[in-house]
């Protein structure tokens, strides 16, 4: 009965892909053939509340157009239009009621909607792919290099059930053995000993836990020579109390075919995120990467690494390495904000690299400098097309396209222009669907991180990003306060778990509301008809589609 749940829910993704065909896929198709023409991108702060409407009606539109369609859209790519086509070049997008607008003031509210729009044509583009048993996304959504990651699927379902450090129960039990899926019965935060280290055939799904859900602090979670991990919703806080040479979150000694998406990952030492020493295959997808502290204060090294997607993430108030990008790398859609010395780094090691910096925004903020991109040698190949760059700090989102000259400044001594190419070089299997620069601002300030529900931390980075140049600090490296220079840790409400009553992780509303047996254990792991678990649509539809923007 699930499986017939399942197919509906998909049907309805496909529906919504002939709506997107209507509203938004002559747009990207468009982008396919001449991306972001328009050299000004404008988009005011829209008020959170209106947002919140905005989506609300978006939503609800997706159901009815999704409950009067009866067929699949067609799976071909759409040819774009000479509307869309024209659009496009003059900058426009098209918004939720079919109009083409621009993306600025008035208009942000459509822009938002339009983001979600798209957000729910790529889950649809998933469930397509799902359809190749080859393809299968590691989660409707799962985009670039570890996007076919399976994780703990065919294992057991463990849960994590209390707060405690070690011990049954704990987190660190839970990841201490391969093939498990990992659901959590508590919310709140986690104050780590030591370093966590994490077992390979994992799916850490962190969406489960009730009330604001999970927060690592005090220490690293660790993945180190491990493969096949599905990582989601989840913080990871290092904070003063770890270890100096430490990351908040790393994956290092030959880690691949993992998925890391919407993660909080901030207050690392030496930086927030590391990807590192011949690790490949890995994708880091709509997360936080914020606020690295003493003494290093960066976003993250990625560093002597293969195949790595590193899309829709927010990188802000990092010293420098947002992220050093030293081997080969997709970097689409990301948002830097508030850099210190240095925004998007090259690999400068005198080795042949790869990047493909594609639709990203570049926002200056009160501890930038105009450094948005620099550190390269010539033997770093960059392709670069659609990024945008806003160094006015005026409250608007009002920058200009990025000339390949604006890469390397003429202060920066003893680096050089990256020597550019004319294609994108990498290519994954399950390719992340490019946005606007504009409508991946909008899209990262909506539901970039562990966005199911924002803590207080993470609802005040966005409240600075937000204030387009007006707000923010980066964290002084010379400054052992660290994190309490930001304010520290706030509260997380642990919440009240549902009643599952066979205790298989999937709630007993859910569970009749599907047809499945609220008294049978045994059915969360069993396969729906694409080859996800039980346990893994449940999870799914807790953060489908793509939660609403909250902001201070
Ligand atoms: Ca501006
Ligand atoms: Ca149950
Ligand atoms: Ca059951």
Redesign the pocket.
């Known amino acids: 009965m699930l499986r017939k749940a399942a197919f509906r829910n998909d049907s309805q993704k496909y529906a919504h892909a002939t709506a997107a065909n209507a509203a938004s896929l002559d747009f990207i198709g468009g982008l396919a053939d001449d991306i972001y023409p328009s050299e000004s991108n404008q988009v005011d702060l829209p008020p959170p509340m209106k947002i919140h409407f905005g989506l609300v009606v978006l939503i609800m539109s997706t159901i009815l157009v999704a409950a009067a369609a009866d067929s699949p859209a067609p799976v071909e790519k759409s040819t774009p239009s000479n509307e869309a086509a024209k659009a496009n070049r003059e900058g426009l997008v098209k918004a939720a009621n079919g109009s083409w607008v621009t993306v600025e003031g008035k208009n942000a509210l459509d822009a938002a909607a339009q983001a979600v729009a798209v957000e729910t044509e790529k889950v649809a583009r998933a469930a397509i792919a799902k359809t190749n048993p080859q393809h299968l996304p590691a989660f409707p959504g799962a985009e670039g290099f570890g996007a076919l990651a399976t994780g703990g699927r065919g294992g057991e379902i463990v849960h994590v059930t209390n707060l405690r450090d070690s011990g049954p129960g704990s987190f660190r039990e839970a990841v201490s053995r391969p093939n498990r899926i990992v659901v959590f019965d508590v919310g709140g935060i986690i104050d780590l000993a030591t370093e966590v280290p994490v077992s390979s055939n994992l799916t850490i799904l962190g969406q489960t836990a009730p009330g604001e859900g999970i927060c690592f602090y005090k220490n690293t979670v660790a993945l180190d020579g491990v493969s096949n991990i599905i990582v989601r919703y989840l913080r990871f806080r290092q904070g003063m109390p770890g270890a100096r040479n430490l990351k908040a979150f790393g994956m290092t000694r030959k880690c691949n075919n993992i998925i890391v998406d919407h993660c909080s990952i901030e207050w690392g030492r030496w930086d927030d995120l590391g990807i590192t020493v011949g690790s490949s295959t890995i994708t880091v997808q709509n997360c936080i990467m914020a606020e690295g502290i003493h003494p290093q204060s960066f976003g993250a090294l990625i560093d002597m690494v293969t195949d790595i997607t590193l899309s829709h993430n927010l990188w802000m108030s990092n010293e420098s390495r947002n992220p050093k990008a030293n081997g080969t790398v997709q970097y689409i859609n990301n948002v830097v904000y508030n850099w210190g010395h240095t925004g998007l780094c090259g690999g400068h090691e005198g080795i042949d690299r790869r990047l493909d910096i594609i639709g990203n925004y570049f ?2 903020g009160p501890s930038s400098n105009d450094h948005f991109a620099g550190q390269f040698w010539a033997t770093d190949h960059v392709y670069q097309e659609g990024n945008f760059v ?10 200009t396209r990025a000339a390949p000259e604006d890469f390397h400044r003429a202060d920066e001594v003893g680096y050089t222009l990256p020597t550019f190419i004319n294609e994108p070089t990498l290519h994954p299997p399950i390719p992340v669907v490019a946005d606007s620069a504009g409508q991946a601002y909008i899209k990262v300030a909506a539901a970039a991180g562990c966005s199911l529900h924002r803590d207080p931390v993470d609802l005040r980075l966005i409240g600075e990003l937000t204030s ?2 007006l707000k923010g600090q980066t964290l002084p490296h010379t400054d052992a306060q660290g994190e309490a220079l930001a304010g520290g840790l706030g509260k997380i409400d642990g919440g009240i778990p549902s009643v599952d009553n066979d205790h298989d992780g999937i709630p007993d509303a859910f569970e009749k509301a599907h047809g499945l047996d609220p008294q049978d254990p045994t059915d969360a792991a069993k396969l729906d008809a694409f080859g996800y678990m039980n346990i893994e649509v449940y999870a799914d539809s807790l953060v489908v589609p793509a939660p609403a923007m909250t902001t201070k």
Do not use: M
């Open positions: 926002i200056k806003d160094l006015d700090r005026d409250g608007k989102l009002n920058g387009l140049g």
